[in-house]
């Protein structure tokens, strides 16, 4: 009887050898194949005795459950030859850069915590489609609950947690993704771009640290740098902003090593509260890297009259666009009026951290199941 | 009708009411931006390719377009002869859809023909065709001036550069996608 070894799969056998496939953590060894006859690929087998050196190890290769399929194994478009390799590699190293974020946080002396996925209002963003389920919706993202924790007295939250947007598909888009958002109360958002700078540093291979400290530049800046000779002022207002940026700006930013842009104008405030002295602009923050936008962050807005008069503006956009129109968060309001301590908040998209540590070019390469192969 | 997430590779669709094919699609969402969609679309009927930003939401209509399977039956006139080799129905062709198809047009040439709204609007030759000889001056030994090619009429009509070793008669394999001479077959 076997005794508490690895379990191995068995991939591919030649007259004389075994290709197998550790299951304790995803690596590959090619053993002698010795022994039984009668093992076949798609086997699950332990080496019996003790040497178990990486190439024609000489232990006895003993089966445990034979593989009763007639197919052929593994079958080309098949489930363990689409997913064995180096997507299992790549979910071990997502593992680890979870770990290492959770690690980075309880180090800070945050308080890790969960809020509701499933919600009455999911947030009235223009541009974000919510998922209906059942007469709720669930979350795009867990910033109002999260900010009630904060005027409760929770000033150092950190969330790993689904999110959920409808429509979003694509090589860097999945309408379930991963979050990791994190508040601090007393802080701005540039104590949170320094955040970012230490997470990163924390959760990146070595050989790709040289991309840090992160660049800063305000939006206005950024314009004045990418932007055409006949653009380089920001626009006074979104309409005009938007193909500019995305054509001329955007595509510049995380390029080379990572960037942080500041001061987006004040009409792109979201949650963030205009500056103290300058209230064209908003104290939010977007970072990329690896031509990706990773973070977004706010010092958060924390006055309840101009947060529903956002609300009120963002319920008539969306009506406008004929979009559903979500319920008012009554109870995010109430903890706005029962006030709000000066806080920070940032959300990163954690798919993405691991695309960029683990050099992925895709979403599906770092995630178990994609939606289209659940 | 097709949404923006349909938008992929391959996909035909009508744009101001002419037939493209989409070569790269890319879904865009700025954080607090609306979506679309970044595309490059090539003009099936002109090939000239175009960039355009698709809004989330917005619809667009299919392409009727399909590639057929046919053979060149004969020149009728102005026009070409092809057979549907799906269902042995006969077409005629202008020459102006034929275009430079024509210079390498030998009977009973099997080739893709596109339909746009059933209407024939261009012919695709296969990429390689063998093609024999109909006239070619004698190359002179040793005359490198001219390149060391000299011309050669195709029992098709195109007139094409060749090797200096090229004879009357032989059979040559051309790129049509080029016109050029790739190899000769058999002498």
Redesign the interface.
């Known amino acids: 009887m076997r005794q508490g070894g690895s379990i191995y799969r068995v991939l591919a056998r030649s007259e004389t050898m075994l290709r197998l496939a550790c299951l304790d953590d995803a690596s590959e060894r090619l053993v002698s194949a010795s022994g039984d006859d009668a093992i076949t690929p798609g086997d699950f087998v332990c080496i019996e005795a003790a040497s178990t050196r990486s190439y024609g190890a000489m232990g006895k290769v003993v089966r445990v459950a034979p593989f009763a399929g007639c197919r052929p194994f593994p079958e080309a478009d098949g489930e363990v030859a689409r997913l064995w390799g180096s997507r299992m590699q790549r979910l071990r190293a997502r593992d680890l850069v979870v770990r290492k974020v959770r690690q980075f946080f309880y180090d800070e002396g945050f308080t890790e915590v969960e809020t509701p996925l499933l919600v009455p209002s999911p947030g009235l963003?223009?541009?974000l489609d919510a998922i209906a389920c059942g007469s709720e919706y669930l979350i795009t993202s867990p910033e109002y609950q999260m900010k009630r924790l904060l005027g409760a007295g929770m000033g150092k939250i950190f969330q790993i947690c689904k999110c959920f947007r409808a429509?979003?598909?694509?090589?860097r888009?999945n309408p379930e993704f991963t979050m990791l958002e994190w508040y601090r109360a007393g802080a701005t958002y540039e104590t949170l771009m320094d955040d970012c700078d230490r997470l990163f540093a924390a959760v990146l291979p070595e050989a790709m640290q040289s991309v840090l400290p992160s660049r800063r530049t305000t939006m206005a800046e950024a314009f004045a740098q990418f932007a055409q000779p006949e653009h380089r002022v920001v626009p006074e207002n979104e309409a005009e902003f938007?193909p500019i940026?995305?054509e001329q700006v955007?595509p510049k930013l995380g390029q080379q090593g990572v960037d942080i842009v500041c001061e987006w104008p004040s009409y792109?405030a979201?949650l963030a509260r205009r500056k103290p002295g300058n209230t064209k602009v908003a104290e939010r923050f977007?970072l990329f890297a690896g031509g990706m936008?990773l973070v977004?962050a706010f010092s958060e807005l924390t006055c309840a009259d101009e947060q529903r008069t956002r609300f009120a503006e963002d319920l008539a956009a969306r009506k406008r666009l004929g979009k559903p129109a979500y319920p008012v968060d009554e109870r995010f309001l109430a903890a706005l009026d029962e006030g709000l301590p000066p806080a920070a908040g940032a959300a990163l998209g954690l798919d993405r951290l691991v695309m960029l540590a683990t050099d992925s070019h895709k979403l599906e390469e770092v995630v178990t199941f994609t939606t289209r192969e659940r | 009708m097709y949404d923006t997430s349909d938008l992929r590779k391959g996909l035909k669709v009508l744009v101001d009411g002419a037939p493209y094919i989409v070569v790269e699609a890319q879904f865009v969402k700025p954080g607090k931006g609306a979506a679309f969609t970044r595309t490059k679309m090539k003009n099936l009927l002109t090939g000239r390719v175009i960039e355009q930003n698709i809004r989330s939401g917005e619809k667009l209509a299919p392409a009727d377009v399909e590639d057929r399977a046919m053979q060149y039956l004969f020149k009728e006139g102005d026009a070409f002869v092809f057979m549907d080799l799906g269902n042995y129905e006969q077409l005629h062709i202008s020459a102006e859809m034929v275009g430079e198809a024509a210079l390498f047009l030998k009977d009973n040439t099997e080739l893709q023909v596109m339909l746009f709204n059933s209407r024939p609007v261009g012919v695709t030759l296969p990429t390689f065709m063998e093609l024999k000889v109909i006239e070619s001056e004698p190359g002179v030994k040793g005359d490198t001036a001219t390149g060391a090619s000299k011309q050669a009429k195709l029992e098709s009509g195109a007139t094409i550069q060749v090797p200096l070793f090229i004879n009357q008669g032989d059979v040559l394999k051309i790129d049509t996608r080029t016109g050029q001479y790739v190899e000769r077959v058999s002498r």
């Open positions: 963003e223009v541009h429509g979003e598909e694509s090589d888009h938007w940026y995305l955007e792109l979201a977007e936008e977004n």
